[in-house]
């Protein structure tokens, strides 16, 4: 079955400071991957997915992640963080043995950003 | 833009006492979930509906029960709340199956639920 690992709880960054956030999946062939975004008291937002093809993907409000098949990694960055990206986020995988559209969450990442 | 559009935001409720959880999307979307979300436990899907008129359980379908009204809504019943079910609860929809390149999950923005 597929899992997912964001292994830091909670990491705090300085603004302008650049960022890395990891997930690692697992899964035998090649993952449908996700970035989910959660501002406090809010839904979910997507940030970026790989499902195929370029390992490096760019999304929303300049992050990027880049899929590592040989690392089974798709770790988050962002070259210069801003007090606005103080969230919470969640690396996702798409779950092919179980239920239509099951994203497999990880149990997400606390992001706070030192001024 | 409306997306998705969950009611009700907050509630408490008795343990015993029932409600639902409302949800309805404006993207004409074929798929739409239900999550809960826990402290440390990411999301857990509790239903899904594939299309109008079908739906089908998720990892944690125990006390809940749901209803695809017309392809925009998508309700949660809880018909005797727990303790256990204090969450926030989440609604989503995507155009159709997760997975075909260009479907994604698009999320409401949460009911937050509190059983006493």
């Known amino acids: 079955a597929q899992s997912v690992t964001q292994p830091d709880i909670h990491i705090t960054v300085s603004e302008g400071a650049s960022l890395e956030l990891r997930c690692n999946y697992s899964?035998?062939?090649?993952?449908?991957l996700f970035w989910y975004v959660q501002s406090p008291g809010q839904g979910l937002q997507l940030l970026l997915k790989y499902f195929s093809g370029d390992t490096l993907v760019q999304g929303i409000k300049g992050f990027e992640a880049e899929f590592k098949r040989s690392q089974s990694s798709f770790n988050l960055r962002k070259p210069s963080v801003h007090w606005s990206d103080a969230a919470e986020y969640f690396c996702a995988v798409m779950n092919y043995g179980g239920s239509q559209g099951n994203l497999i969450f990880g149990k997400g990442t606390k992001l706070s950003v030192k001024p | 833009n409306a997306g998705v559009t969950q009611t009700p935001k907050f509630q408490v409720l008795k343990t015993g006492q029932s409600m639902t959880l409302q949800c309805a999307q404006d993207m004409n979307h074929n798929s739409m979930y239900w999550y809960r979300q826990d402290p440390g436990m990411g999301l857990r899907l509790i239903y899904y509906?594939?299309?109008?008129?079908?739906?089908d359980k998720g990892e944690v379908p125990n006390g809940y029960n749901v209803s695809r009204l017309n392809k925009r809504e998508f309700s949660l019943r809880l018909e005797s709340a727990a303790p256990s079910q204090t969450s926030v609860y989440f609604c989503?929809?995507?155009?159709?199956?997760?997975?075909?390149?260009?479907?994604?999950?698009?999320f409401g923005e949460g009911s937050w639920l509190t059983v006493v």
């Open positions: 989503a929809s995507s155009q159709g199956y997760v997975g075909t390149s260009g479907n994604t999950i698009y």
């Open positions: 899964y035998g062939a090649t993952p449908y």
């Open positions: 509906s594939a299309s109008e008129g079908t739906t």
